[in-house]
C-alpha cells in the first residue's frame, strides 16, 4: 500500500488521537494485512450465496398487537391521586 502513512496519520486525525512513530508503524502494518485479507475475499465467487442481515434467524417474541377496551373510569377509584379523570404519578424527568 503506498499511502500508508497519510492512511493512519489521516485515520489518527479523524479518531482524534495522537500516535507514536512506532505506533504509527504498527498499525500501517496491521492496516495493510487488513486490506490484503479484503482484498484476498473480493476474489471469492458470491453470486448465488443470499444476502444475510443476521447469521442467526430473528423472531419477532411480541404478541400481536390487537385492539382491546381501555380501562374504564372506574379503574381510577382506587388510584390515590387523579385529576381530571387520569391518574397522578410523580414526575420523573426535570
Do not use: C, G, W
Request: charged share 25%; hydrophobic share 35%.
Amino acid at each position: 500500500m503506498a499511502d500508508t502513512d497519510f492512511d493512519i496519520d489521516y485515520i489518527a486525525r479523524l479518531a482524534r488521537i495522537h500516535l507514536s512513530e512506532s505506533e504509527r508503524q504498527v498499525y500501517a502494518s496491521q492496516l495493510s494485512k487488513i486490506l490484503e485479507y479484503v482484498e484476498k475475499l473480493k476474489e471469492l465467487d458470491t453470486e448465488n450465496i443470499p444476502s444475510t442481515t443476521h447469521p442467526i434467524p430473528t423472531i419477532n417474541v411480541m404478541r400481536p398487537d390487537v385492539p382491546a377496551t381501555s380501562l374504564s373510569t372506574t379503574a381510577l377509584e382506587n388510584a390515590p391521586e387523579q385529576v381530571d379523570q387520569l391518574f397522578r404519578t410523580p414526575k420523573i424527568v426535570d
